[in-house]
């Protein structure tokens, strides 16, 4: 009599699934419908990632979600399209024109009789990671550099040892990659008051 053996079973590893995330609002790109910024979310996609771009913003995609919808669902679905649409409009125009009437402060303080500090103020308006623009010019300038909060609560500001404003307005406007307008670069001379003492 013929033994029939069965293979053993092969057990396997589970594999892990590699996941895009929109360089815009961090969500997967199958949820950033969900999110404030679609139009901006699929110009992301279509520059890195054209597959999916076109997995999920063809017209026959489009065209197959909508099929599924009823008539009635098919009007609130544009309708709250051109409503998110115009939102997203509307904000990047606040946005820009917060960004237009924005000034940045770079003022230079007396710390001591010849010690001096500068301070830059404003920065995030213009989409500046203050962390990162204070270890830049640390290094830049080879001199201490911190992000500190502003005394009257009203945000925070960067602090660099010397005076260096001419050069932070230098760089500022004129490259490094922070590209900001010279018209909203402002310096300042404050000198603190003495302690009554």
């Known amino acids: ?8 079973p092969v057990f396997t590893e589970p594999q892990a699934r590699h996941v895009v995330y929109c360089g815009v609002c961090t969500l997967p790109p199958e949820y950033c419908e969900f999110g404030g910024t679609v139009k901006k979310c699929e110009e ?12 999920f913003y063809s017209q026959d995609a489009i065209a197959a979600s909508l099929s599924t919808l009823s008539v009635d ?3 609130r679905a544009a309708k709250d399209a051109a409503k998110k649409a115009a939102k997203a409009t509307a904000a990047e125009e606040r946005a820009a024109e917060k960004k ?5 402060l770079i003022k230079r303080v007396e710390r001591n009789k010849r010690k001096y500090v500068t301070a830059v103020s404003g920065l995030e308006a213009f989409g500046l990671d203050l962390k990162k623009v204070s270890k830049d010019f640390g290094k830049k300038f080879a001199t201490g550099s911190s992000v500190t909060k502003v ?12 005076d260096l404003s001419d050069e932070i ?14 018209d909203n670069v402002d310096c300042v001379e404050d000198k603190k008051k003495k302690s009554a003492g």
């Open 1 to 8: 009599m013929a033994e029939t053996t069965e293979p053993a």
């Open 169 to 182: 307005w230098e760089m500022l406007v004129e490259g490094e990659g922070y590209g900001v307008p010279e």
């Open 151 to 162: 005394a009257g609560g009203t945000g925070e500001e960067i602090v660099v040892q010397g």
């Open 44 to 55: 992301w996609l279509e520059k890195h990632h054209p597959d999916m771009h076109e997995r």
């Open 100 to 104: 237009a009437s924005s000034k940045i």
């Open 73 to 75: 669902a098919q009007k």
